[in-house]
């Protein structure tokens, strides 16, 4: 669990910040903790970033440590060219949304998405992902996934796996930028309580 609700990520010369949100995505800075899903333990399809309910739980809200029902996880930046949404089992559904000026509204793209990842730009990444690529030759400034619920299904909790930029991948549960700032998050909270005590 990352224990804070915006995280930025390096590579390089290119930053990108990661928002969790209790519903559906804002323009501005998150209010739910991100939570994340490691790709060495959890494989691809299985990886990426959650957004917890409850910002007080030590443990993960979501018992798949995933984005449940009705909370999202955006990551803004410049260059955004691709995503892939991860755990997308039979059934489940979510919305995906871009932003295409910085700091503006979310739009999203499509309706309601499920494994079959019909979309707009949308295509069928792997065994449970969903891809995502911007028009040939365009970028966006952010990229959202919500998860939904819809009636009869089961729940779409999902992951935002990764996200790519001009000119590579800087966001994804694999990446070393993600284990680090989220194992920097949790030192410095291990550091307080014991300066506390």
Request: hydrophobic share 40%; with cysteine.
């Amino acid at each position: 669990m990352c224990n804070s609700a915006n995280v930025t990520f390096t590579s390089g010369a290119t930053s990108v910040t990661a928002h969790g949100f209790p519903g559906a995505p804002g323009s501005g800075a998150g209010t739910s903790n991100l939570t994340q899903k490691l790709i060495a333990t959890n494989g691809l399809s299985e990886s990426g970033l959650g957004a917890q309910s409850s910002n007080m739980s030590t443990i993960c809200t979501d018992s798949d440590c995933e984005i449940a029902p009705p909370q999202s996880v955006s990551v803004t930046g410049s260059g955004i060219i691709s995503a892939l949404i991860g755990s997308v089992q039979a059934g489940e559904s979510f919305d995906f949304f871009v932003q295409t000026t910085a700091g503006g509204a979310f739009m999203q793209l499509g309706g309601v998405i499920t494994n079959t990842c019909s979309f707009p730009g949308g295509f069928v990444a792997g065994a449970d992902l969903c891809g995502w690529n911007a028009p040939a030759g365009q970028t966006r400034f952010g990229v959202a996934v919500e998860a939904v619920s819809t009636a009869g299904a089961p729940l779409g909790d999902v992951l935002l796996t990764s996200v790519s930029t001009v000119p590579g991948p800087i966001v994804g549960a694999g990446l070393p930028g993600l284990v680090a700032a989220c194992g920097a998050l949790l030192a410095l909270v291990r550091r307080r309580r014991q300066l506390i005590v």
